[in-house]
T-cell receptor
Framework: GEDVEQSLFLSVREGDSSVINCTYT??????LYWYKQEPGAGLQLLTY?????DMKQDQRLTVLLNKKDKHLSLRIADTQTGDSAIYFC???????????FGSGTRLLVRP | DSGVTQTPKHLITATGQRVTLRCSPR?????VYWYQQSLDQGLQFLIQ???????AKGNILERFSAQQFPDLHSELNLSSLELGDSALYFC??????????FGPGTRLTVL
């Protein structure tokens, strides 16, 4: 069945780059997403990538996709304390359009 | 602000009761999705509606039901509530099959 896995926790120093990794199982997924959740808040769409792309850059965010290994990563450049949150990777199941989420990676940015 | 609204923000009720959660999608979006976020299960897809019709069903309990009205708002009905139903319930909307934008969620506490 479908499964999306992420590491649970990442701690970085302010100003450093953060890299959050994700693996997925459904090779037919056309879209892969990154969402951010701050404490007590909803899910904010950060970025997405089509499965026929290797990389997508959007300001401080870079998404890398290795389709062969079913590996997705999100790099945040110049990480700020305001980036502290839980980051969710999700794949879209093409038959139903439902999103299958990972368990989330909690990013802590130390000043 | 994603443009998706959910009411109420918080709901506290007792076991055995019934509640209704409401969602208004972004202007122009025809698809509405419901997700449940709990500590033990993570983010799970419940159900999707498209222009008033049920499109896909996920891990939704028989005690739960949903509908989408002609004005495209949606309601999620939860009945015979149990302690384990305590969770954050999110609604998301999309124009069709593309990117889902999430509302702020309704936090349900069952005592």
């Amino acid at each position: 069945g479908e499964d999306v896995e992420q590491s649970l926790f990442l701690s970085v120093r302010e100003g450093d780059s953060s890299v959050i990794n994700c693996t997925y199982t459904d090779s037919s997924s056309t879209y892969l997403y990154w969402y951010k959740q701050e404490p007590g808040a909803g899910l904010q769409l950060l970025t997405y990538i089509f499965s026929n792309m290797d990389m997508k850059q959007d300001q401080r965010l870079t998404v890398l996709l290795n389709k062969k290994d079913k590996h997705l990563s999100l790099r945040i450049a110049d990480t700020q304390t305001g980036d502290s949150a839980i980051y969710f990777c999700a794949e879209r199941e093409d038959s139903s359009y439902k999103l299958i989420f990972g368990s989330g990676t909690r990013l802590l940015v130390r000043p | 602000d994603s443009g998706v609204t959910q009411t109420p923000k918080h709901l506290i009720t007792a076991t055995g009761q019934r509640v209704t959660l409401r969602c208004s999608p972004r202007s122009g979006d025809l698809s509405v999705y419901w997700y449940q976020q709990s500590l033990d299960q993570g983010l799970q897809f419940l159900i999707q509606y498209y222009n008033g019709e049920e499109r896909a069903k996920g891990n939704i309990l028989e005690r739960f039901s949903a509908q989408q009205f002609p004005d495209l708002h949606s309601e999620l009905n939860l009945s015979s509530l149990e302690l384990g139903d305590s969770a954050l319930y999110f609604c998301a909307s999309s124009a069709g099959s593309d990117t889902q934008y999430f509302g702020p969620g309704t936090r349900l506490t069952v005592l």
